[in-house]
C-alpha cells in the first residue's frame, strides 16, 4: 500500500486569517496581525485510505480541510491531487478539483438548506455537475474558435509591421518615451515626499528645543535663535524644492526635443526593395489563407437533468448512507440528527469523488447512531473505494475508521502515523495528553486526576518554540526556543513525531499523565458504597 | 439513617406542543444522599436535561405541564411550592450548572459582578436579611460542613421563627440597601475564582465573558454556583462543550472539589465516559423513562438492562479491522407516540409478549442486596441481559 503514489499531496500549507487593523496601528506601523490556522502543515493521502486528523478546537483542522476542499485559498503551500497542482483561479480547474473531493460539513443543520426536500438537496449536487459538464461542452466550441480568431489577429499585426520597420520603431520609441516620463515624474514625487517628511522632522525637533529650553513659563515665544533657524529651514526648503522643479523642467525639454528628434529619424527608416516585396508578400499572403483551421472536437452535450432522472438517481443513492428510499420528499428537519448526517454524506457521495473530507460527521450524535454512521462509512470505503480524511476530535471514531492518524496542535502536525502505533504507543507528548484526558467508560477511572494543566494559547501570538511546551510535562528550555520539526522516529516507519525529546519519552504511558486521586477520607456517611439504611 | 437530600418520586413531565403531547419525563424516581454524585445518561431527547430543570422548577410552563410526581428537596415537595417562593431555594439551595457558560453569563457584567452576586445572596440569607425559603426571615443553615441527618433538623430549616432579637431592636432591613457595604466581598469572590483554579484571579476579575476561553467561563460558572455553597448542584452537560483535554481539567477539578466542599451532585451527561469518571450512582435514561439506576461500578460492568447493554456495546473501542461496531437496531421512538408497555421494546432483544402490555416494567431491585436504592433495573428480564453479547 505505501507503494501507490498518493492521491491528495499537501505540503507546507499555511493559512493565516489577517485581523483588520486599527488605525492606531496602521499609524505607527505596526504590523496587521494574523490568526496562525494553519501553519505548515505536509501530509499524504493514498487512495482508498482513512486518514484521521485529531485535535481540539481552535487546532486548525476543519481550516486545513476546508483548504484542501479548496473552500478558502491557501496562504502558502502547495496541494497537489492525482500529481496534478492547485491552480489559484476558479475556472475549470477548480470545478474537477470540487467533483473529485467532496466535503461532509461538521454541522449536518447549517448546511442542509431547510427549505428544499431530501431528493433536492442531494440532486443539488447532481445538477451542479450536469450543469458544468453542459457548460463545458456547449461553450468549448466557441472558446476554440475565438481562440483561433485571436491568433490570427496577432499573426496579421505582426506580418503588417514586419512590412513597415519605421512604423515599428516609431511605435516603440513612443512606448519607450511615455514609460519614461511616468517614472521620471513618479521619481520627482517621491523626492519631494522625502524632503518634505525631513523639513517637517527638522521642524520637530526644533520645537523640541525650543520647548526644552524656554527659560521660564513667563516669556512668550521662543527665543530668537531658534526663530531665525526655523526660517532658516523653511527658506532652503523652498529653494530646494523649487530648484529640483527649475531642474526637472529642463530635463523634461531636453528628452522631448531628443524624442522628436529620434521619432523624425526613425520615420525615415526603409527596407531594401525586395526584402519589402518579400515581406509584403507575406502579408498579403496570410491574408488571403490565414491559419488552419481550428480542429474543433466534438464534444456530446449532456443532457439537462430532468426532475425524474435526479429523483431515480437519489433514489438509487438512498440505501447506500442507510436511509430509507420513501423519505425523498421529507424536509431536512423531519430527519433525525443522524438521518441528516446521511444526507449530507448521501450529498458528497453521489457524485463518485475520490476524497471525502469528513468534517466531524458524528459529533452531534449519540453513540447508538454514531456506531451506525460509522458502519456505513467503512462498509462504502470497502465498497466503493473512497479515501477519506476524518476530522474529528473523538479519538473512538479515528481509531475505529482510520488507517493512518494525524495529531494536530495549534495549526502545526506533532505526530503522524498508523492508527495502531499512534493509539497504542503515542510518542508526542500532546498525543499522550489526548488519549489521557478521554474518558473512557470504566468505573474503575474514578477519582483518577489529569496531570496535565493550563490553557490552550492564543494562535494570534502562538508561543516561540514548542506550542505545546506551555503545557508539557516534559518540558525543557530547548522546547521554548527552538521549534520541533515533524521528523521520523529511528526504527519506525512511516512515523513521524514533532518533539524535541520524543526517543527519551517514547515509552512513557499516556496513563502516567493520570494520578490516582488522594485517598479519599470517608467524606460523607454514604459514598458510592451505597450502604444506606 | 440518612436523610436523602433529594427525593423525586413518580415524576412524570409532559410537553403539550400544537403537534401533540410529548411526555418527556415518565415515573422517574430516584434519590440522592448528602454528598453523592448521581450521574444521568442517556441519549439525546431522553430527558434528562428535562429532569435536571424540572427539580428546580426551571421549565418553562407552559409548554411543559408537571402531570405528576413530586420533587422533595429536603423534606418540602417544591412541586407544591408556591412559584413565587421558588427564587428562595435557587442558588444556596439547588445550584445549577448549564452546559452553555456563554448563555448563562451575562454579557454586559465582568466576571466579578456575576460572581459577587451569588456570594452576597449567599451571604444575604445566611445573615436573615434575605426572605428564604418559606417567607420567615429565618435563614436556612447554609454553614459547612453539615449534615442533615434527622428528619428534624430538615424539618427546623423550614419552620418560620422570629428571629432572637425579636421585639428589641427594629429588625435590619431585607436586602442589601443601595450603599450596603459588602466587607470582604472581593476577597471572597477571588478565593472562590482560586478555588476552581483560575490563574491571575485578579485580572480575570475585571474580564467580561466574551473575553474568557471556554474552559476559564465553564471555571466561572463553576465558582458561581460554589459560592452559593448549594445543598444540590445540578451540573447539565457541563463539560460537553469543553475539549477532552479541557473537560479532563474541569473533572479533575471537580473531583478535587467534591473532597472540599461535600455537595451532592447531580451530573448529566450523553458521555458514558464522562460520568463513570464523575459519578458515585448513575442513572439510565430512555425515552423519558429512567430504566436503570445503580453504583457506576455495577451498572457498567453488570448491565441490568437491555438498553444500557446495547449503549455500553455501541462505544467503538476497537479498530475497523475487528469487525463492525456493534449498533442498536432501529431508532428511539417519538415522545409523542410512545409503544405500549415498555418503550425499549421494539428494539430489545428480549422482548415477549409481556413487554408490549400497559403498563410497561417498573424499575425493580436486581442487585444482590436487596435494596431499592442499590441497583434496579426496570425490565422484566433484567436477568437474562448478562447472557446477551
Known sequence: ?533 | MVEPVLTVEGLSVDYVVGSGTFHALQNVSFEMLPGQVVGIVGETGCGKSTLGHAIPRLLPEPPARVRRGRVVFHGVDLLKVPKWQIPMVRGTGIGMIFQEPINSLDPSYRVYRQVAEAVRMRRLRDSGRAMTFVGGPKPFDYSRPRRISTAAAATHAFVPTLPESAGKAPPPPLGPGPEAPEPGLRGEVLEYLRLVRINDPETILDRYPHELSGGMRQRVMIAMALSAKPELLIADEPTSALDVTIQAQVLTLMKELMDEIHTSILFISHDLGVIAEAADLVGVMYAGHLVEFGPVSEVFEQPRHPYTKALLRSIPVGYQDQGPLPSMPGSVPNLSRLPPGCAFAPRCPLARDICRINPGPEIREVGPVPNVRHHGAACHFAEGVALLP
Request: one cysteine or more.
Open chain 1, 1 to 533: 500500500m505505501t507503494d501507490t503514489p498518493p492521491l491528495l499531496e499537501v505540503e507546507n500549507v499555511v493559512k493565516h486569517f489577517p485581523l483588520p487593523r486599527g488605525l492606531v496601528d496602521a499609524v505607527r506601523g505596526i504590523p496587521p496581525k494574523a490568526v496562525h490556522a494553519v501553519d505548515g502543515v505536509s501530509l499524504a493521502i493514498r487512495p482508498g485510505e482513512t486518514l484521521g486528523l485529531i485535535g481540539e478546537s481552535g487546532s486548525g483542522k476543519t481550516t486545513l480541510g476546508w483548504v484542501i476542499a479548496r473552500l478558502l485559498p491557501a496562504s502558502a503551500g502547495t496541494l497537489r491531487l492525482s500529481g496534478v497542482e492547485a491552480d489559484e483561479g476558479q475556472g475549470p480547474g477548480l470545478l474537477a478539483w470540487r467533483r473529485q473531493i467532496r466535503i461532509v460539513f461538521q454541522d449536518p443543520v447549517g448546511s442542509l438548506d431547510p427549505r428544499l426536500r431530501a431528493w433536492q438537496v442531494i440532486g443539488e449536487a447532481l445538477q451542479a455537475q450536469n450543469h458544468m459538464e453542459r457548460q463545458f461542452a456547449l461553450g468549448e466550441p466557441a472558446r476554440i474558435v475565438r481562440e483561433h480568431r485571436n491568433a490570427v489577429r496577432r499573426e496579421e499585426q505582426r506580418l503588417w509591421l514586419a512590412c513597415h520597420p519605421a512604423e515599428e520603431a516609431k511605435r516603440s520609441l513612443m512606448r519607450d518615451y511615455r514609460a519614461g516620463v511616468e517614472q521620471r515624474a513618479k521619481a520627482f514625487e517621491e523626492g519631494r515626499a522625502r524632503l518634505e517628511a525631513d523639513y517637517r522632522d527638522a521642524v520637530g525637533r526644533l520645537r523640541e528645543r525650543a520647548r526644552a529650553t524656554a527659560p521660564s513659563k513667563g516669556s512668550r515665544g521662543p527665543s530668537p535663535e531658534i526663530v531665525a533657524e526655523r526660517e532658516r529651514l523653511t527658506r532652503d526648503y523652498r529653494l530646494e524644492i523649487a530648484r529640483r522643479d527649475a531642474t526637472r523642467r529642463q530635463e523634461e525639454a531636453r528628452i522631448g526635443l531628443e524624442f522628436r528628434a529620434a521619432l523624425l529619424q526613425a520615420g525615415r527608416q526603409r527596407l531594401p526593395p525586395d526584402e519589402q516585396k518579400r515581406r509584403t508578400d507575406a502579408y498579403r499572403a496570410f491574408r488571403k489563407q490565414g491559419l488552419p483551421p481550428p480542429v474543433i472536437p466534438r464534444i456530446p452535450v449532456p443532457r439537462r437533468l430532468s426532475r425524474g432522472v435526479i429523483r431515480r438517481r437519489v433514489w438509487e443513492a438512498l440505501p447506500t448512507v442507510g436511509l430509507p428510499p420513501d423519505c425523498l420528499d421529507q424536509y431536512p428537519h423531519e430527519f433525525s440528527g443522524g438521518g441528516r448526517q446521511r444526507l449530507s454524506l448521501a450529498r458528497a457521495l453521489i457524485v463518485n469523488p475520490r476524497l471525502v473530507i469528513l468534517d466531524e460527521p458524528t459529533s452531534a450524535l449519540d453513540v447508538a447512531v454514531q456506531a451506525q454512521i460509522l458502519n456505513r462509512l467503512v462498509a462504502l470505503q470497502k465498497e466503493r473505494g473512497f479515501a477519506y480524511l476524518l476530522i474529528t476530535h473523538n479519538v473512538a471514531a479515528v481509531r475505529y475508521v482510520a488507517h493512518r492518524v494525524a495529531v494536530m496542535y495549534l495549526g502545526q502536525l506533532v505526530e503522524v502515523g498508523g492508527v495502531r502505533d499512534v493509539l497504542e504507543r503515542p510518542i508526542h507528548p500532546y498525543t499522550k495528553a489526548l488519549l489521557a484526558a478521554v474518558p473512557v467508560p470504566d468505573a474503575r477511572r474514578r477519582r483518577t486526576r489529569y496531570r496535565i494543566t493550563g490553557e490552550i494559547p492564543t494562535l494570534l501570538r502562538p508561543p516561540p518554540g514548542c506550542r505545546f511546551a506551555p503545557r508539557c510535562p516534559f518540558v525543557i528550555d530547548r522546547c521554548r526556543t527552538e521549534d520541533p520539526p515533524l521528523r521520523e522516529i529511528s526504527g519506525r516507519a512511516d512515523r513521524r513525531v514533532a518533539c524535541h525529546r520524543a526517543e527519551e519519552v517514547a515509552d512513557v504511558a499516556p496513563d502516567l499523565l493520570l494520578a490516582p486521586g488522594a485517598p479519599v477520607p470517608s467524606p460523607h456517611p454514604s459514598s458510592s458504597t451505597g450502604t444506606a439504611g
